[in-house]
């Protein structure tokens, strides 16, 4: 098979074409001919070498594919209701840049109806992250405020629209007041361009001084502290990522007077029986959503996974180029086959 290899560590051009055998399924996974493949900002990472591999995942880049289920185990699929032939997406671990990838069935999810593979090869990281963190961790309940930072990144998009579909009210923060436009055409109620505000204020001033009641960060650093002031009394602050740096400062005293939680997770490692549980949830309450309309893929671009271009040796290149520049509203996505 073709796949795309990290050659070294370092920027978007050690993304490199290659061949490899084809993986094998083994007890409780399933084959894909993968047509789409998701592109995270973890890849990035991966391909900086920040990010080990978990141990037993394949040193290929990518998180999420979507395509038909070539082969696997029989016993595993039935019981999950899918069969060789359906199309589906999923969750893996790493191998996800390749034309085949190996992928334990419990966090396999039908294609939603109507959707391409490019648009379901956008949905699984985002999704399984946000379910996981807003509402299993955050506990985000109807009625209550979430505030994204980073409300047009895959993140943002997706938490944008899914507490919406859950009767939240969304603040965002973004960059630019073109990117602050993009989220409120998704569906956010308010946008504040943290270059030019402070969001713990115009927070506060949005919730008349009650503050948010959960903070969904991808930043860390000397966010911590501004976040915690901005919190309501009883408010959840989720930290899923670090790139403000891991060094973090706040008012103890705050949260023992709001009685606030601090908690924070990483998905790539947690076990499959943990995934799966995720994967059954998205599908009892959210891919009815995608599948009426109410939540909708947000793709900005798709490259083909191999065709360089511009002094880049591929299209995993290129969209890993476009990930760093930050110019951006989504998910960036690799077509392997037409979809």
């Not at 390749?98 to 956008?122: I, M, R």
């Not at 807003?134 to 047009?152: H, P, S, W």
């Not at 969904?216 to 901005?230: F, I, S, W």
């Not at 973090?248 to 490692?269: C, D, E, F, H």
């Amino acid at each position: 098979m073709k796949c795309i290899e990290i050659r070294e560590y370092g920027a978007p051009a050690v993304l490199v074409p290659a061949e490899r055998p084809l993986p094998v399924p083994g007890v409780g996974e399933a084959l894909i001919r993968v047509g789409a493949s998701g592109v995270n900002r973890p890849d990035v990472l991966q391909r900086m070498g920040h990010y080990p591999v978990p141990p037993g995942a394949s040193d290929l880049p990518g998180l999420e594919v979507a395509g038909a289920i070539e082969s696997g185990d029989a016993a595993a699929l039935a019981a999950a209701g899918l069969a060789v032939g359906d199309r589906v997406c999923a969750l893996v671990a790493g191998g996800g840049y390749a034309e085949y990838c190996v992928a334990p069935v419990p966090q396999c999810l039908p294609v939603p109806a109507g959707l391409s593979d490019v648009q379901a090869a956008s949905l699984p990281e985002t999704f399984f992250t946000v379910w996981s963190n807003v509402f299993d961790r955050g506990r985000l309940q109807a009625g209550e405020t979430l505030l994204v930072q980073g409300g047009t990144s895959g993140i943002g998009v997706t938490a944008i629209q899914m507490a919406k579909a859950a009767g939240a009210t969304v603040i965002v923060t973004a960059g630019s007041d073109d990117k602050c436009a993009e989220a409120r055409k998704l569906g956010a109620d308010h946008a504040i361009n943290y270059r030019t505000q402070d969001f713990a204020e115009q927070a506060k001033q949005l919730t008349g001084g009650k503050g948010v009641d959960v903070i969904l960060d991808m930043v860390a650093g000397d966010y911590v502290q501004r976040e915690v002031e901005c919190l309501a009394d009883d408010g959840r602050l989720v930290i899923i990522a670090i790139q403000g740096g891991t060094k973090s400062a706040l008012n103890a005293g705050l949260v023992l007077r709001k009685r606030l939680t601090i908690t924070g997770s990483t998905l790539r490692p947690r076990p499959v029986a943990f995934k799966g549980a995720i994967a059954q949830a998205l599908r009892r309450t959210i891919w009815p959503w995608l599948e009426q309309g109410r939540i909708k893929p947000v793709v900005h671009s798709v490259f083909p996974a191999l065709q360089g271009e511009g002094g880049l040796p591929s299209g995993a290149a290129r969209a890993h180029a476009l990930m760093e520049s930050g110019q951006l509203v989504g998910k960036v996505v690799l077509a392997w086959s037409e979809a």
